[in-house]
T-cell receptor, first 114, second 114 residues
Framework: GAVVSQHPSWVICKSGTSVKIECRSLDFQATTMFWYRQFPKQSLMLMATSNEGSKATYEQGVEKDKFLINHASLTLSTLTVTSAHPEDSSFYIC??????????FGQGTRLTVV | AQSVSQHNHHVILSEAASLELGCNYSYGGTVNLFWYVQYPGQHLQLLLKYFSGDPLVKGIKGFEAEFIKSKFSFNLRKPSVQWSDTAEYFCAVHGSGNTGKLIFGQGTTLQVKP
């Protein structure tokens, strides 16, 4: 199947700093990528839809100024958590789909804000 | 609003026992349905999917699921589980023609005792 790679797999940062997470589709072009957040023992919650060459579409309740999404190319989307705080600590997962069918997921990024 | 509900949050079975995990969805239109599995420390993997056709879908590792439109259900089954099936299982849905944005159920933790 298609491969989606996320980097880094885990990151620890100080409160108030910003962290960038990359999501790459390695063997296909993804005009649309998705960013999810997963709290411990809970399901994945969609944060935003990342569209290549245009602004991301955020789900209700997600702060777009805090979670900056850039989809500069057909194979790369980035999520930047700005001015991170401990409550932002979570598991962030991206996905990309081919022609709106099956979604392929990255391995996720565990963010810990101290 | 679109939603997915998984009835079982934590299931414990012995090896060789049969498995059925419930999934119901709420969506006003034609849907595509998925079951994903997340093994400990790994990323989400697709078990099976339903887009159209035969409502009984067979996936990897001996899993199958049945789409019952009248019940808005897509239950996952396996006749005989193995210890290696210990994982988190997620049911998900997106609308037909959607770009791949998924709505996930809460997840079910399956623990198989050897």
């Amino acid at each position: 199947g298609a491969v989606v790679s996320q980097h880094p797999s885990w990151v620890i940062c100080k409160s108030g700093t910003s962290v960038k997470i990359e999501c790459r589709s390695l063997d296909f072009q993804a005009t649309t990528m998705f960013w999810y957040r997963q709290f411990p023992k809970q399901s994945l919650m969609l944060m935003a839809t990342s569209n290549e060459g245009s602004k991301a579409t955020y789900e209700q309740g997600v702060e777009k100024d805090k979670f900056l999404i850039n989809h500069a190319s057909l194979t790369l989307s980035t999520l930047t958590v700005t001015s991170a705080h401990p409550e932002d600590s979570s598991f962030y997962i991206c996905s990309a789909s081919i022609m709106g069918t099956e979604a392929f997921f990255g391995q996720g990024t565990r963010l810990t804000v101290v | 609003a679109q939603s997915v509900s998984q009835h079982n949050h934590h299931v414990i079975l012995s090896e060789a026992a049969s498995l059925e995990l419930g999934c119901n969805y709420s969506y006003g239109g034609t849907v595509n349905l998925f079951w994903y599995v997340q093994y400990p420390g790994q990323h989400l993997q697709l078990l099976l999917k339903y887009f159209s056709g035969d409502p009984l879908v067979k996936g990897i590792k001996g899993f199958e699921a049945e789409f019952i439109k009248s019940k808005f259900s897509f239950n996952l089954r396996k006749p005989s589980v193995q210890w290696s099936d210990t994982a988190e299982y997620f049911c998900a849905v997106h609308g037909s023609g959607n770009t791949g944005k998924l709505i996930f159920g809460q997840g079910t933790t399956l623990q198989v005792k050897p």
